[in-house]
């Protein structure tokens, strides 16, 4: 549906001073961070992309232990996975189901230096979480309950569909080990599972960024 030819090229040096400004501990701020993704999806960050600032709060938590293996649940263009690796130097996943979007995370992988195998395309619901020790999940499924500020329009959007998802997010999440991390943004939907501790709130960003810790 894409074809990424009609977008002006991201200079080359401009991935070298992103990947530096992380080296060096200094900020990138969102619009900065979002040019080295093609217009139409920088475009878009506000609504359907995690902000810098909160993905560096959520890395420091799910990456706490630095073996931690990180999964994005419906990762995007990869924004968070890009920006907690360049971080935390951890390993963050990210599993997507539109391929266009898999497609450039995984290209942008490469052009930072980062493994470009991080990026899953599949359906959440179809892959094994538990090889994972940490989650993050930035209401992947709210497509379905609104008409506003799309992705675009190659998923049927389906009422049913948000709840079904949401069902087998609890299941999977209820399955994982004891000490399981969890960070949500903007909630991902539904109520966690029986046998999850929320042990931060943070208020701070527009949506609420809850952490979590299976018990
Ligand atoms: C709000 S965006 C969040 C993107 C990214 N996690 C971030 O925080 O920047 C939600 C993403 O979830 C993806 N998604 C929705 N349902 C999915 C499913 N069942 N399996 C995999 N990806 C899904 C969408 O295509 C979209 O890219």
């Not at 040096?13 to 400004?21: E, G, L, N, Q, S």
């Not at 090889?131 to 959007?157: A, G, Q």
Request: net charge positive.
């Amino acid at each position: 549906m894409y074809n990424l030819k009609i977008f002006p090229a991201v200079p080359e040096d401009h991935f070298k001073t992103i990947k530096d400004k992380f080296a060096n501990g200094k900020i990138v701020s969102d619009s900065e961070f979002d040019s080295i993704y093609p217009k139409h999806l920088s475009e878009i960050s506000k609504y359907q992309w995690s902000p810098v600032e909160v993905i560096l709060e959520a890395a420091i938590f799910l990456a706490e232990d630095r073996n931690a293996k990180i999964l994005d649940v419906g990762s995007g263009c990869g924004k968070f996975c890009h920006v907690g690796a360049l971080f935390r130097k951890s390993e963050f996943y990210g599993v997507e189901e539109r391929f266009h979007l898999y497609e450039e995370a995984s290209r942008i992988s490469k052009k930072l230096g980062l493994n470009s195998n991080l990026f899953l395309h599949a359906n959440m619901k179809d892959i094994d979480w538990s090889p994972y020790d940490s989650f993050y999940l930035f209401n992947p499924f709210y497509e379905h309950i609104t008409n506003k500020n799309s992705i675009d329009e190659t998923i049927p959007k389906k009422v049913s569909q948000f709840f079904a998802y949401i069902e087998i997010v609890k299941r999977k999440l209820f399955s994982l080990k004891s000490g399981t991390k969890v960070a949500t943004y903007n909630s991902f939907g539904g109520k966690m599972p029986f046998g999850y501790k929320r042990v931060k709130l943070d208020k701070r960003f527009e949506s609420e960024l809850e952490f979590w810790v299976k018990e």
